[in-house]
């Protein structure tokens, strides 16, 4: 039996170390004396590599030079960076908004960018600015987009209508109103989705937000009005996101207030984000907090197959659980604890590269920092590898940013200490350790 | 007003008094208004390592070690409470410690401002760490970014109790108490 079980665990090590070999070192891609957080990552169709991040410079002569003095780091901006070959190396971070230390910085209030079918690459971030209406500071929400590669951005546009109120002792944090914790997604057709949780209508204490939508209809040339997307139920500190899926489908997650609960849902459009379905929640237990858990849901979606993470304090314990349907949304799965060995575990991302489901999340397995870890399947969520740590520098790795190619392949950024960096991974094929089934819930 | 009258007044109040500080802590109402008057120390920043300090320095008390933000509504609704329980509760050697998970960088702009003008009399620090978890982890390392979290340290500095979300002043008060009593 010893025998076999060090055959075993050799044969496992081989295929770890084998799986660390496949894949490309990690590459720093922010300005090293800078402080770099919360990237994003999207492909163009020119297999370019697209990312932007909340960036700082450090000097403290440049803090809130935007004299907002809000609770967050007033003076960020937000920079890009591309790839052209493959990931090897990436174009010299440089600055998309107009103005120096408009961004607003919270890091879990991500920026957002996206390809589009013809290259154009858009993005989308929450930005500092005076409402009109009442001459109160607001963070907004903003887009630009580049049709040169990322060379160049247009002038940003305002996609939110202001609020008509000065709601600063119900929102807080420095802010009258907030149009922020925003998503960001394109379909084939080259129409762009924007939505984010919007404060316009919180009146007093207990309040919570709203989900609004702005799309544009050419390629982010112009925006339509803005409109309701979601009621007064929506967590207001729990990142929206989106998902276009191969059929123009778009898919929302988000995090629904009830009764005392915070539980992830997702709604789809099938008509080009004109209407939804009905949120529905997608959660097994459910959360019972009266708290900020700052706690996105993600999505992903091929055919009848839809998948989603999340972090829940329901489940016992809590952490990443990961729910599917194989009948287009009409029942899902029992909650899969992601990462059981995990002291805690969060900020889930999915995305689908070829025929294989990659999830990828941010991990603490003993008392040292948070590493990255992922796990994938190939029978669409019915069973997953078990987790893997991604092979990395040292030091606190978080907040991954996932991107999958049609090769299988994914180009994976993540926040590592004040850095942003990126990497190439692939998961062998050869399944490693045990796997562990969806189909029952599991721990 | 006679002076037999006026000693009887006097031993009255002496007597008040002394059944009033004779009474058990615990079942001493707390003055809201007065105790959200006395002014607390104005925001400093701590980072990881000072915060370890200063919770060294604590033992020996029980801590209600919170951790709010200015932009996290309930947070703010727990935060008088919060500090109205530590009066109460101070002759017990409950300590109440609180830490902004704003960044220190906004604490001249947004912080100390904002508890000035809402909780005078809390006690907090601003997190001076590259992000929320290096600053938690000096007391929980498996700390889930879920605001308001509150510690209860016991008097050697060990979590005796990890609250999360908002609790009632009663709800606290039970927790404390036992936590306090305990020894």
């Known amino acids: 039996m010893r025998k076999a079980s060090l055959i075993w665990s050799s044969l496992s090590l081989a295929v770890l170390l084998l799986a660390g070999a496949a894949n490309a070192g990690d590459v720093l891609v922010s300005a090293s004396d800078h402080k770099a957080q919360s990237p994003e990552i999207a492909l163009g169709p ?26 967050h780091v007033a003076t960020t901006n937000l920079y890009f960076a591309r790839s052209t070959n493959g990931g090897a190396t990436y174009s010299k971070p440089h600055r998309i908004n107009a103005k120096d230390g408009e961004v607003w910085g919270f890091s879990v209030s991500k920026p957002r960018v996206a390809v589009g079918p013809n290259g154009t690459i858009h993005v ?4 500092n600015a005076v409402n009109p209406n009442t001459n109160k500071p607001v963070a907004v929400a903003m887009y630009t987009r580049s049709t040169d590669g990322g060379a160049s951005f247009e002038q940003p546009q305002l996609v939110n209508t202001m609020a008509t109120t000065d709601a600063s002792v119900v929102v807080h944090g420095g802010i009258s109103h907030g149009h922020v914790f925003g998503a960001l997604a394109v379909d084939s057709k080259g129409s762009v989705y924007t939505m984010w949780i919007d404060t316009r209508d919180m009146a007093k204490e207990g309040d919570n937000g709203k989900a609004f939508m702005a799309i544009s209809r050419n390629d982010g040339k112009s925006f339509e009005k803005d409109t309701e997307l979601f009621p007064a139920d929506v967590c207001p500190c729990c990142q929206l996101t989106a998902y276009v899926d191969a059929d123009d489908r778009l898919f929302v997650g988000s995090r629904q207030v009830e009764s005392g609960y915070r539980d992830s849902t997702i ?55 990961f729910v599917h349907s194989t009948d287009g949304g009409k029942n899902y799965s029992a909650p899969m604890l992601v990462h059981a060995d995990a002291k805690v575990s969060d900020a889930p991302v999915l995305t689908l590269a ?4 990659h999830l990828f999340w941010h991990a603490k397995v003993d008392d040292g920092q948070r590493r990255l870890f992922t ?41 590592h200490g004040s850095e942003v960096r990126a990497m190439r991974w692939e998961s062998t094929s050869a399944r490693v350790a045990s796997t562990q089934s969806t189909n029952a819930q599991s721990k | ?78 935060i008088p409470e919060l500090v109205r329980l530590q009066q109460e509760l101070a002759p017990l050697r409950v300590s109440l410690v ?39 982890s000096v ?18 500095g060990k979590v005796a109790r990890k609250i999360q979300g908002v609790k009632t002043y009663d709800e606290f008060r039970t927790i404390v108490t036992k936590i306090a009593n305990a020894g």
């Open chain 1, 46 to 71: 020119d297999g370019s590599i697209n990312m932007v991040w909340i960036d700082e410079d450090p000097a403290p002569e440049r803090h809130d030079t935007g004299g907002h003095g809000h609770s």
């Open chain 1, 124 to 127: 989308f971030y929450p930005a």
């Open chain 1, 267 to 321: 709604a789809v459009s099938t008509d080009g984000g004109r209407t939804f379905s009905p949120r529905q929640r997608i959660v097994g237990k459910r959360w019972a907090i009266d708290g900020c858990p700052l706690k996105p849901t993600t999505v992903a979606a091929n055919g009848d197959n839809i998948y989603a993470a999340y972090y829940t304090g329901g489940e016992d314990p809590q952490g990443v659980y």
């Open chain 1, 354 to 357: 070829g025929d294989t489901l």
């Open chain 1, 375 to 415: 796990r994938s399947s190939r029978d669409h969520g019915a069973s997953f590898t078990a987790p893997v740590e991604l092979p990395m520098a040292a030091g606190a790795a978080q907040l991954p940013a996932v991107a999958g190619r049609p090769d299988g392949s994914v180009q994976l950024a993540w926040q």
């Open chain 2, 1 to 78: 007003m006679t002076l037999g009258k006026l000693t009887v007044v006097v031993s009255c109040v002496f007597a008040a008094v002394g059944v009033w500080a004779a009474t058990p802590v615990a079942n001493k109402p707390a003055d809201k208004a007065v105790v959200n008057a006395i002014a607390a120390a104005p925001t400093s920043p701590a980072s990881p390592a000072q915060l370890r300090n200063i919770l060294e320095r604590e033992h020996g008390n029980v801590v209600i070690l919170n951790l709010w933000g200015t932009w996290c509504a309930p947070c703010l609704r727990e």
């Open chain 2, 98 to 136: 609180g830490v902004a998970m704003d960044e220190a960088s906004s604490i001249d702009s947004m912080v100390e401002p904002f508890r000035k003008k809402y909780f005078p009399a809390f006690r907090t620090y601003a997190r001076n760490s590259p992000d929320m978890d290096s600053m938690v």
């Open chain 2, 139 to 156: 007391v929980d390392t498996a700390w889930n970014e879920i605001l308001p979290t509150t510690y209860i340290l016991d008097r050697e």
